[in-house]
């Protein structure tokens, strides 16, 4: 009996540690791994063992449960992908402005590997470096920025950067960024933590005489600093948003925002400050939805004495809540260094506790890539068999998540300008409404595949002008539906009660009126899904079949065809 009862305990103890592991695995979380491009890892290699080596290196990945990556494709205004803007990276090719040969285009192909798999693709951007420390003057292609418009730049050290000061460098960011998000199928856009730059003991940034002329009411310079990042970041991201509002928009800044030392808020560390030192108030960008996502870099161990990794992580989840926080880890440390309680075990464990405790840590992002897959330290082989066991969907994001909604505004406008241009040109010239319809939806089609839907304009008086448009054109529709002028209608509806029920009942047997209401509500349907497109995390409707409207009200055998298919752009 002793010896049932303890087989009993057992099986009841192992089913509790089960329980426990699996209540552990989050249902989302975001498991991001950086792919960085700086490192040499492409060069010397030809296309096809890059792409075995990409290959590998997602495999890997996704076993250990991965479901993110984060790939460089922007490192001193170069290119890893087809650019009318930037040349060709050197950090690909082994030469600026070199096309791969075989060509390919890293980008494209990174982002269908990564959706077979399963993984978000995040586009990531170095913003204001324009040359590298390792590139010299002369490696740098005339079109490159740095040789077509060094107005824009200024040195520092070996680095030539675009000057933040300057509004020009902030749209020539901008547009490089919507190209990218225009015409490729990106889950999201990712920044670092370069901005201004990391300052070297003697050194001054150039740009004194700037701010004597530009410093917009400012007597601190380092106030003009941070104000001029903040202005692009918020700029960045209204760009990124205008032309795809369900891309995610992210940060990976600096570990550390201030030390307790220099403000009572900060943290009890003694390193590099975002705010003082490269002048990015990342805490106002999160506080003010400018960020969608933030992933402060807390590389170093648990115990480091100048930045402690628990004081960080618990200070950045007091602090940073108000959009969804991920933490930056480095393999290579975390495996380094023992776990200060069980000195057998690296941190991973001991980090992951800490994941656990904060309420407001969603995520955690791989430093880096390669030594995951490598399982450099075991580390990808315990995340596969323990912590990241089971899969898990990106955390959600409601600001951004209702995008139909978002797209209304747009549909509206669209279906203002269809029944403008129905009434008023083609009526005139016999071209149906049946014919309209399709016409537009093609060329919004093409409109928004182009990235154009970011020149539509969303100022308040331009939507109150268009739903005054839409409301005088519904009284003209149901008027003319009822064969009245505007004074008839008035009087009828004003003065005689039995008029207005008469008037109902004719108005609801009018078939033509009915048809092009129905119509009508089709084409706002219709225009939220092109726009929209297949841009929603689950299966895309895509309209692949449009008969004419005229058919498909008088024949309700007629159906739309909707199609599940694979995104692409």
Request: charged share 20%; net charge positive; with cysteine.
């Amino acid at each position: 009996m002793k010896r049932l009862k303890a087989i009993l305990m057992l099986v009841v103890a192992m089913m509790l540690m089960s329980s426990a592991t699996m209540v552990a695995q989050n249902k989302r979380e975001f498991r991001g791994a950086w792919i960085q491009c700086v490192n040499g890892q492409y060069l010397g290699k030809s296309t096809q063992q890059i792409q075995a080596m990409l290959s590998r290196q997602l495999d890997e990945l996704q076993k250990d449960g991965v479901n993110a990556i984060i790939f460089q494709v922007r490192a001193e205004c170069d290119a890893l992908y087809k650019s009318d803007l930037e040349p060709w990276s050197k950090f690909l090719t082994g030469a600026q402005g070199k096309a791969p040969s075989p060509y390919w285009d890293p980008l494209q192909w990174m982002i269908e590997q990564c959706h077979n798999r399963g993984m978000e693709l995040h586009a990531w951007i170095n913003p204001y470096r324009a040359k590298h420390s390792v590139t010299s003057y002369e490696q740098v292609s005339p079109k490159n920025i740095v040789k077509r418009r060094p107005d824009l730049c200024f040195q520092y050290g070996k680095l030539t950067l675009l000057n933040p000061g300057l509004q020009a460098a902030a749209d020539y960011i901008c547009e490089v960024a919507v190209d990218i998000v225009s015409r490729y199928d990106v889950d999201g856009f990712h920044i670092d933590d370069y901005f201004y730059p990391y300052p070297e003991a003697g050194r001054q940034i150039p740009d004194q005489q700037l701010f004597r002329q530009q410093s917009r009411g400012m007597r601190n310079i380092g106030d003009w600093r941070r104000d001029n990042v903040s202005r692009f970041v918020k700029q960045l991201s209204e760009s990124i948003h205008a032309v795809k509002p369900w891309v995610k928009f992210g940060v990976s800044p600096f570990g550390i925002y201030r030390n307790k030392r220099t403000d009572p808020n900060g943290s009890e560390t003694f390193g590099l400050q975002n705010y003082d030192d490269l002048y990015a108030d990342v805490l106002l960008w999160v506080n003010n939805g400018w960020i969608d996502y933030c992933v402060p870099q807390i590389y170093w161990e648990i115990g480091n004495r100048a930045a402690d990794y628990k004081t960080l992580i618990t200070w950045w989840n007091k602090h940073a809540g108000n959009r969804p926080l991920y933490i930056g880890e480095d393999i290579e440390r975390t495996a380094k260094f023992a776990d200060p309680v069980n000195p057998r075990s690296h941190q991973l464990p001991a980090k992951h506790r800490l994941h656990q405790q904060m309420n407001n840590v969603k995520g955690t992002v791989l430093w880096y890539a390669q030594t995951a897959a490598d399982n450099v330290g075991n580390i990808g082989h315990t995340l596969r068999n323990n912590y990241w066991k089971y899969p898990a969907l990106p955390p959600s994001m409601p600001f951004l998540d209702n995008i139909l909604s978002k797209m209304t505004g747009a549909a509206v406008r669209f279906f203002v300008v269809c029944i403008l241009l129905q009434r008023f040109v083609l009526d005139g010239i016999g071209v149906p409404f049946w014919v309209t319809v399709p016409v537009m939806v093609l060329l919004i089609w093409l409109y928004t595949r182009k990235g154009g839907i970011k020149t539509l304009v969303w100022t308040d008086t331009f939507q109150t002008l268009c739903m005054f448009a839409a409301l005088i054109l519904i009284i003209c529709q149901v008027m003319s539906a009822l064969g009245m002028t505007p004074s008839e209608a008035i009087t009828a509806i004003a003065h005689d009660s039995h008029s207005r029920i008469f008037v109902f009942d004719d108005w609801m047997s009018k078939q033509n009126f009915w048809k092009q209401f129905l119509s009508g509500v089709f084409v706002v349907i219709v225009m939220s899904c092109v726009v929209a497109g297949n841009k929603i995390d689950s299966p895309a409707l895509t309209v692949s079949s449009l008969p004419s409207l005229s058919l498909i009200l008088q024949d309700p055998s007629i159906q739309i065809k909707i199609t599940n298919e694979s995104s692409s752009e």
